[in-house]
C-alpha cells in the first residue's frame, strides 16, 4: 500500500504526505483540506481543496470515483460515489464544498473514473424502491434483468445527477471495472469469483 501510494505521489509529483486520502463509508459528507492530512484519516467520501500542492485521492473497487476541476478559480475535488452515496448526495456536497471556496459549477468539469457498466451490475427489486423512492424518474437507470432482476447503470445516475447539479461538463470514461480484469480490480468480481479480498483503485487529482 506504502509503495504504490508513493508512485502515484512521484506520478503526480507531490510528497506521499501530500496525498490525501479519507476512510470511506458511502456517506455524503466532503471535507475541505487546507492542509495535508495527518493522523487518521476523516470518515467522508469526497475531499476539496483550493491549495497548489495537494493531491486529493478516493479509493473504488466498482463505486465511481468522481474528480472534479475549477482551472480557472482553481478549485479541485474528489469523490468516492457508490449507489448510496450518490443517491444520498456526495456529489452535490462536493461542489457545494467547491463553491465555498470560490468554483463555478458552470465551468466545472467532472470525470468519472472505472466503474462498474449496467451490464454487471444485478440487483434485486427491493434496490430499485430505494431510487424510485428518492425520484420515480430513476426508473430509466433500470433495464430488466432475469426474473426479478435488474441491471443498475451507476454511471449514467452519477452524470445524471452531476447535470442536474448544473456542473459545466460531465463524463465517464467508459471503463467498466468487472469485465476488464487486466487493467481494474472489482469488488463484484472478487465475490464471484469465490476470492477472500479484493483490491482497491486510486483516482487522484492536484492542482
Known sequence: ??????????????????????HQVHSATAITVTAPISGAPPKADALVTDQPGIALAVLSADCQPVLFADADAGVIGAAHAGWRGA??????????????????????????????????????????????????????FFAQGNGDRYMFDLPSFGLSRLRRAGVGQAAWINHCTYHDPDRFYSYRRSVHAGEADYGRLISAIRL
Open 1 to 22: 500500500m506504502a509503495i504504490n501510494r508513493s508512485r502515484v505521489a512521484a506520478a503526480l509529483q507531490v510528497d506521499p504526505s501530500e496525498l490525501n486520502t479519507l
Open 87 to 140: 443517491i444520498d448526495g456526495v456529489l452535490e456536497a462536493t461542489l457545494d464544498a467547491m463553491t465555498a471556496l470560490g468554483a463555478n459549477r458552470a465551468k466545472t468539469c467532472a470525470v468519472i473514473g472505472p466503474s462498474i457498466s449496467q451490464r454487471a451490475y444485478e440487483v434485486g427489486p427491493e434496490f430499485i424502491e430505494d431510487f424510485i423512492a428518492d425520484d420515480p424518474d430513476n426508473t430509466r
